[in-house]
């Protein structure tokens, strides 16, 4: 056998185990795939048993990350967007007419006849004003926040992040109860947000937006 058939025997073994390690190769990653889609269904089909009918709402709730796990939508394709704020629920919706775009975990402060020093969030339409900003500080309240725009009183109601101290330092304490409903928080007839979901509706909610609070 001359040197031309030995080489090319030894090109199609070559060839022979790579095509095999290949179909072997594509065989498990399929298999992995399988795997994993089974699982994100078992896991969807969970969380519908549980009453939870938004898959893309992001759990454990993060109060630094967007509240849910896709983007955030383009305003600019979005026909008749308006806010919905849900006190009952501590939700923020966006909505194009009646449809909800995107959801995210809020923190509302509820009145109680028990506590006077709690200033309660006004409910009705309102709209987006002039103002908004990178941060502020209360020193009344001892509280601040980033990214805030507001919606009635040139800067007395707002959306901001969850709040920070002077320093400019989130409170965990008050951060860990982001769209939670029942609990003890004074928002100071504010709407709390997560840091990420503050930043994009400072940012890029226009002026005269459509807000009902309910």
Same mark, same amino acid.
């Given at each position: ?5 030995? %080489? ?29 889609? !089974? ?39 979005? !026909? ?62 001892? !509280? ?21 101290? !002077? ?10 109860? %982001? ?36």
């Amino acid at each position: 056998m001359n040197k031309k058939k030995i %080489l090319a025997w030894l090109v199609a073994i070559i060839l022979v185990c790579f095509a095999g390690w290949s179909i072997v190769h594509v065989k498990q990653a399929e298999k992995k795939n399988s795997i994993k889609l !089974e699982k994100a269904a078992k896991k969807k089909a969970e969380l519908k048993k549980k009453g939870i009918k938004n898959l893309n709402l992001r759990r454990p709730i993060s109060w630094r990350k967007s509240s849910e796990k896709v983007d955030y939508p383009n305003l600019d394709l979005v !026909e008749n967007f308006w806010i919905e704020v849900s006190t009952k629920k501590q939700r923020v919706y966006l909505k194009s007419d009646k449809k909800t775009i995107y959801t995210m975990y809020a923190s509302i402060s509820l009145p109680r006849k028990s506590s006077k020093d709690i200033k309660a969030l006004p409910k009705g339409t309102f709209y987006i004003q002039d103002q908004r900003g990178k941060f502020f500080y209360n020193p009344v309240s001892g !509280e601040g926040a980033k990214y805030w725009v507001s919606w009635k009183g040139k800067g007395a109601h707002m959306f901001h992040s969850v709040p920070t101290d !002077e320093n400019k330092n989130y409170r965990r304490d008050e951060a860990e109860k %982001l769209g939670k409903t029942g609990q003890d928080v004074n928002t100071h007839g504010n709407i709390r947000l997560s840091v990420a979901d503050a930043k994009w509706m400072s940012e890029q909610v226009p002026k005269g937006t459509k807000v009902i609070i309910r």
